[in-house]
């Protein structure tokens, strides 16, 4: 009984799913899970889970929670994504063009 139970333990395939970036698409069904670790944020995204830690303690706008009495962080993953994008736009408009550089330097 046990080597029949040891032969199916061998067959079993150990898969992990990684969460992408939810992207919109009105005729796929959406399967992906609206909430993420702390850890699978950070290896989707290739940033650092220190530094995940940190926006969630620093920006109020970051959508990171706190779940549980053991600290214990989940992050709305739709909400991540366009919190990215939004930071992105306010770098992209910060950013001074060649000759507003030149006009500073002359000033």
Known sequence: MKANNLLVLR????TT???QPITE???SVNTKPAFVSVKEIAYTYGI???????LIKKDKDF???NVG???KYIIHLQGFTDWLNNRQREVDAHVPTGLE??????K
């Open 11 to 14: 067959n079993v395939k150990i």
């Open 17 to 19: 799913s990684v969460p």
């Open 25 to 27: 698409s009105s005729d």
């Open 48 to 54: 650092s889970k220190s530094l995940i830690y940190e």
């Open 63 to 65: 959508p990171g929670k």
């Open 69 to 71: 009495i053991k600290k």
């Open 101 to 106: 550089l030149i006009r500073r330097h002359r």
